[in-house]
């Protein structure tokens, strides 16, 4: 059953994602309509899915697609999280096609328009392999090495609420991290094996919006 929100956007995915937007925000979980301009495209939302299941996809441990991650993105990106509801600067050229009368950046209009162009095609007809690499250039070029971007790319935004989701989600906080209800002794040095996973983070002390 589709919510009306895209042409592929489920119920379930939409509600995930609601639950995982109220705990980044500490609100109650609630389904907000959203703006007629912050409704994405059916095909949007399959970039969006395809993209963040290469951010993070399923190993041993579910991935992006399997925790609602995608359905909290347009939530976030509603809501302006992480700073995607500010206005971006209207000198970049590139970004002038995806602003809103209020300065601020259509961010998966942004996403398709920018996978599209760099895979000369479209980009969801191209080979996973082919996905990814373009996908990393991308990246590549949001995080160079060095002092950062003076405008920092869309896909700074993108990444960061696609691991933020995440790892808000019961299962990557739980499951993909190792996570400690109650801190024990702090230790410095912690000897790791091989197929340690990382220690979860306190996400509580980071600011959105």
Same mark, same amino acid.
């Given at each position: 059953m589709d919510t009306g929100v895209g042409n592929g956007l489920k119920r379930r995915d939409f509600l995930q994602g609601a639950a995982l937007l109220g705990l980044v925000l500490g609100l109650p979980v609630t389904t907000p309509a959203l703006a007629a301009d912050?409704?994405?495209?059916g095909r949007q939302l399959r970039v969006l899915d395809r993209v /963040?299941?290469?951010?993070? +996809?399923q190993t041993g441990t579910p991935g992006a697609l399997a925790t609602g991650v995608p359905a909290f993105v347009v939530l976030a990106l509603a809501h302006g999280l992480c700073g995607t509801g500010a206005p971006v600067a209207a000198s970049e050229a590139a970004l002038r096609p995806f602003l809103r009368a209020d300065g601020t950046l259509r961010h998966l209009d942004w996403l398709e328009a920018t996978l599209?162009?760099?895979?000369? /095609?479209?980009f969801l007809r191209l080979a996973p392999l082919e996905q990814v690499r373009i996908l990393t250039g991308i990246d590549?070029?949001?995080? +160079? +090495?060095?002092p950062p971007l003076a405008v920092p790319s869309p896909w700074a935004s993108l990444k960061g609420l696609i691991l933020t989701g995440y790892y808000t989600s019961q299962a990557g906080a739980a499951q993909e991290l190792r996570y400690e209800l109650v801190p024990g002794r702090w230790d410095p040095d912690v000897p790791l094996k091989a197929d340690d996973s990382a220690w979860s983070n306190d996400w509580t002390a980071v600011e959105f919006g």
């Open positions: 912050a409704i994405p495209t /963040s299941d290469i951010v993070i +996809p599209d162009q760099a895979a000369g /095609s479209d590549n070029a949001a995080f +160079p +090495p060095g």
